[in-house]
């Protein structure tokens, strides 16, 4: 497997309606082949506002862009070809087998569960290894634990072989070393990446931008060091926090303070 060089996102004045209120108010942001990792309190919006990325919610206005595409122009199949998501509690089937559950990313492709053909044996296979399911492939997915489905999802969403890889949440569940070692893998990957994380210091340390959210508007993008300022910390989330150099990583860290 190859992970395409990532493609580039654009989204542009996006907004939200649910049960005829407005979630998201004309968001703008971009990503060209890097992670960019989307951030705010809870309730700001962070998953609705992946859900029309990824074609489960269709924005009241705006558009959504991959590779200069309209993903609402698209087929579902189509745009499952260029976007995978990895989305919190994700349905699975609990009676595949882990390795039939990776199998399924192939289906964008045209290719079915057990049509045995070469190519999709050797995307898959790369697919487990990298997301460290290898050693379970013949499991049955109800015997996994939470974390270990979500590093399944994770396989599945690589074997489609992406142009855009949307990640909500792709930590919950995890340890902390398979969190470091989920996300380290995400910035190995040649593929434009949007990620939605709670962890304020694993976006700091794993993310090339930041962009944060609250009350369903942008209110802040850029490079980590420029976004996580003192202010902001305590306006948006409420704590009193500043950074630091972490000396083992030399990333960026955020430091709290209890009042």
Same mark, same amino acid.
């Given at each position: 497997?190859?992970?395409?060089?990532?493609?580039?996102?654009?989204?542009?004045?996006?907004?939200?309606?649910?049960?005829?209120?407005?979630?998201?108010?004309?968001?703008?942001?971009?990503?060209?082949?890097?992670?960019?990792?989307?951030?705010?309190?809870?309730?700001?919006?962070?998953?609705?506002?992946?859900?029309?990325?990824?074609?489960? $919610?269709?924005?009241?206005?705006?558009?959504?862009?991959?590779?200069?595409?309209?993903?609402?122009?698209?087929? =579902?199949?189509?745009?499952?070809?260029?976007?995978?998501?990895?989305?919190?509690?994700?349905?699975?089937?609990?009676?595949?087998?882990?390795?039939?559950?990776?199998?399924?990313?192939?289906?964008?492709?045209?290719?079915?569960?057990?049509?045995?053909? =070469?190519?999709?044996?050797?995307?898959?296979?790369?697919?487990?290894?990298?997301?460290?399911?290898?050693?379970?492939?013949?499991?049955?997915?109800?015997?996994?634990?939470?974390?270990?489905?979500?590093?399944?999802?994770?396989?599945?969403?690589?074997?489609?072989?992406?142009?855009?890889?949307?990640?909500?949440?792709?930590?919950?569940?995890?340890?902390?070393?398979?969190?470091?070692?989920?996300?380290?893998?995400?910035?190995?990957?040649?593929?434009?990446?949007?990620?939605?994380?709670?962890?304020?210091? $694993?976006?700091?340390?794993?993310?090339?931008?930041?962009?944060? $959210?609250?009350?369903?508007?942008?209110?802040?993008?850029?490079?980590?060091?420029?976004?996580?300022?003192?202010?902001?910390?305590?306006?948006?989330?409420?704590?009193?926090?500043?950074?630091?150099?972490?000396?083992?990583?030399?990333?960026?860290?955020?430091?709290?303070?209890?009042?």
């Amino acid at each position: 497997m190859s992970v395409r060089a990532g493609g580039a996102l654009r989204v542009e004045g996006v907004s939200v309606d649910l049960a005829g209120r407005r979630i998201i108010e004309e968001v703008a942001l971009s990503a060209h082949g890097n992670v960019v990792g989307l951030v705010g309190p809870n309730g700001s919006g962070k998953s609705t506002l992946l859900r029309t990325i990824y074609r489960m $919610l269709r924005p009241a206005e705006g558009t959504v862009l991959v590779e200069d595409r309209d993903v609402w122009s698209m087929s =579902a199949k189509e745009a499952a070809r260029i976007t995978a998501a990895v989305v919190q509690d994700s349905p699975v089937d609990l009676e595949l087998t882990v390795v039939d559950c990776v199998t399924t990313g192939r289906l964008p492709h045209g290719s079915l569960l057990g049509s045995g053909r =070469a190519e999709d044996g050797r995307v898959v296979e790369l697919a487990m290894r990298r997301a460290g399911v290898e050693d379970f492939a013949d499991r049955d997915m109800s015997t996994l634990s939470g974390g270990e489905r979500q590093r399944v999802q994770l396989a599945r969403a690589l074997a489609q072989e992406p142009r855009l890889l949307v990640l909500d949440e792709p930590t919950n569940h995890l340890d902390i070393r398979h969190q470091l070692q989920l996300l380290a893998l995400v910035r190995s990957l040649d593929v434009t990446t949007l990620v939605t994380l709670h962890d304020l210091n $694993l976006a700091a340390s794993y993310c090339d931008e930041i962009v944060v $959210l609250e009350h369903g508007r942008v209110v802040a993008s850029g490079l980590p060091g420029e976004v996580f300022t003192p202010q902001l910390l305590q306006r948006v989330f409420g704590v009193r926090a500043d950074t630091l150099v972490n000396p083992l990583t030399g990333r960026l860290q955020l430091v709290y303070a209890d009042s």
